[in-house]
T-cell receptor, first 111, second 116 residues
Framework: QKEVEQDPGPLSVPEGAIVSLNCTYSNSAFQYFMWYRQYSRKGPELLMYTYSSGNKEDGRFTAQVDKSSKYISLFIRDSQPSDSATYLCAPVSGSARQLTFGSGTQLTVLP | DVKVTQSSRYLVKRTGEKVFLECVQDMDHENMFWYRQDPGLGLRLIYFSYDVKMKEKGDIPEGYSVSREKKERFSLILESASTNQTSMYLC???????????????FGPGTRLTVL
């Protein structure tokens, strides 16, 4: 079993839709949780991160962590065609400071 | 502006060749990483380095080696390239480990390597 499981999609939504991207993880040592966005033919870039259970909002993006069920989500409100990318969840083990990436979910927002 | 550069965007090599992938960062970061990215498998860590001349194996080091002679440069070496090493290779760097650090890793654009 992989340490981080992520639905690969592809996911296709109309512009303006609310998007929900999800990951589950198995390692209780993960202390904080990052979301990276990767546009086609580019390297990943950090979108947002959160330390604790609960929600963290940044503009149209909300990251949610439920440590009790080892479930992390990224919500995108009012999705735009420019949000079309692959989204990677990346929990971090505090002791090792290494990222463990999910396989990524490919999102397409249709105009 | 943060910058991680990789020597080539596309590379085609033959089986058995020795391949060098170069990565340079201009942020004075201590930590550097090499990943490969394959469809359905995501990013997998090959090697990383926390300091000059220091290296640690990641999850899939077999068939690879690395070199870090200078702080800003981290090289990935395929001693004898094989077809199963055809992949996208991504380099990343991050700042010093700190108590409340996000350990944000900054990625280069990637090198798409094809081994024939």
């Amino acid at each position: 079993q992989k340490e981080v499981e992520q639905d690969p999609g592809p996911l296709s939504v109309p512009e303006g839709a609310i998007v929900s991207l999800n990951c589950t993880y198995s390692n209780s040592a993960f202390q904080y949780f990052m979301w990276y966005r990767q546009y086609s033919r580019k390297g990943p870039e950090l979108l947002m991160y959160t330390y604790s259970s609960g929600n963290k909002e940044d503009g149209r993006f909300t990251a949610q962590v439920d440590k009790s069920s080892k479930y992390i989500s990224l919500f995108i409100r009012d999705s735009q065609p420019s949000d079309s990318a692959t989204y990677l969840c990346a929990p971090v083990s505090g002791s090792a400071r290494q990222l463990t990436f999910g396989s990524g979910t490919q999102l397409t927002v249709l105009p | 502006d943060v910058k991680v550069t990789q020597s080539s965007r596309y590379l085609v090599k033959r089986t058995g060749e020795k391949v060098f992938l170069e990565c340079v960062q201009d942020m004075d970061h201590e930590n550097m990483f090499w990943y490969r990215q394959d469809p359905g498998l995501g990013l997998r860590l090959i090697y990383f380095s926390y300091d000059v001349k220091m290296k640690e194996k990641g999850d899939i080091p077999e068939g690879y080696s690395v070199s870090r002679e200078k702080k800003e440069r981290f090289s990935l070496i395929l001693e004898s390239a094989s077809t199963n090493q055809t992949s996208m290779y991504l380099c990343a760097s991050s700042g010093a480990l700190a108590e409340e650090s996000t350990d944000t890793q900054y990625f280069g654009p990637g090198t798409r390597l094809t081994v024939l």
